[in-house]
């Protein structure tokens, strides 16, 4: 399978090397100080469950270099989704598949605008990753899972065949039977997390055990599923709750790519993030003031400090 990966960042570069290891044919637009390290040192990744070094890697700042591919992976931050799309067209035809590993529930009705509603196959991943230097991807814990599907359900061929190239690099890979709600699913829980983790500056474990920051975090995400709900998204109602559970197993030590973009002065991702929640809840009527509450709080930091 030919893949090409638009972003070789925390998501991009860390899937990216994977599925190449495992035997896919990868290749990777990238820009600035990453192409130039990609192209001369080859891409790295650090993580707990195995080292990789690919010293020889495909790379170009212009896709229609590329050649054809059966499938885009996007890992971009949301602010350049319209960007990356834009410059991702030239490889979109026929049968590709381009598929969004982003956060945020509203990526895939950018790209469709931009690159058409056949084209899109819907995404969500679990991985905790980022930029250590310019092609150099840290992967923190081991938790590294990708979740996709075609919206209408059907268990493509296409979709088939990622899954076969994500098992080949030992990937956890699921292909659901309802992207949309495992999109929102992820959205509930982390837009609690960085909601909280970036405003309290603090890792998941202090935030669950003391009880007034554990029940605003409850609270934050409460409020994510009644606007899933309100929307026609299959969330059960008691949907934070069980999220609250899942937090309890995650590591002391967790916390969201927001609030590490935070203690490095990045822009943030709020607008789409907490700030989606109140724009998608307000369309619909529903109430969500602690989101709103986190919004304004970032607010002067939403374009980072550089
Ligand atoms: N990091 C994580 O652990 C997780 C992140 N996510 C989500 O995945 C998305 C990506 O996040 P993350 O991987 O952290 O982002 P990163 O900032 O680590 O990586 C994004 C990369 O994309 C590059 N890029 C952006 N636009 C272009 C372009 N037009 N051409 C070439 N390269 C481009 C950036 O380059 P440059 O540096 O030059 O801007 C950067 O290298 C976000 O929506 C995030 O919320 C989801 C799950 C986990
Ligand atoms: C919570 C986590 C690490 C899970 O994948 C994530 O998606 C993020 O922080 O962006």
Redesign the pocket.
């Known amino acids: 399978m030919r893949i090409a990966i ?9 899937f990216g090397g994977r599925l190449a290891k495992g035997g896919a044919d990868v290749v990777f ?7 130039a390290t990609l192209l001369k040192d080859g891409l790295r990744i650090r993580s707990q469950l195995g080292d990789l070094h690919l010293p020889k890697v495909v790379a170009s ?1 212009d896709a229609r270099k590329l050649g054809r591919v059966d499938l885009v992976l ?5 602010w ?2 319209e ?2 799309a834009r ?1 991702v067209a030239p490889l979109v035809s026929g049968e590709t598949a381009v598929v ?5 529930v509203d ?1 895939d009705d950018i790209l469709r605008g931009v690159l058409g509603d056949d084209a899109i196959i819907g995404g ?8 250590a230097e ?1 092609g150099v ?1 840290a992967h ?1 814990g081991t938790m590294q899972r990708l979740v996709f599907g075609e919206y209408d359900g059907r268990r493509s061929a296409r979709c088939q065949a990622f899954l076969e190239a994500c098992k080949r690099a030992n990937i956890e890979a699921e292909l659901s039977g309802d992207i949309q709600r495992a999109i929102w699913e ?1 959205f509930v829980f ?1 837009v609690g997390l ?1 909601a909280t983790t970036a405003t309290m500056r603090a890792t998941i474990g202090p935030i669950r055990s003391n009880p007034q920051t554990r029940a605003f975090l409850l609270d934050v995400m409460r409020e994510v599923v009644q606007v899933g709900r309100a929307r026609g998204v299959g969330l059960a109602a008691d949907y934070a709750e069980s999220r609250l559970a899942f937090c309890d197993t995650l590591p002391e030590t967790m916390t ?3 609030a ?2 935070m203690e490095r002065g ?1 822009r943030l ?1 709020t607008p ?2 907490s700030g989606g929640v109140v724009r998608l809840g307000a369309a619909v009527g529903a109430a969500t003031p602690l989101n709103r509450a986190i919004a304004d709080i970032l607010a002067l930091s939403s374009e980072g400090r550089r």
Not at 6 to 14: D, K, L, N, S, T
Not at 29 to 35: D, K, M, Q, S
Request: glycine residues 14%; proline residues 2%.
């Open positions: 638009m972003g070789a960042g925390g998501v991009g570069g860390y637009i990238a820009r600035g100080a990453t192409l700042d996007l890992g971009v931050k949301l350049d989704t960007a990356a410059a969004s590993f982003q956060n945020g990526k969500v991943s679990y991985i905790a990753a980022s930029i310019p991807i923190t992820k982390l960085s969201s790519s927001m590490v973009d990045n991702e789409w993030l």
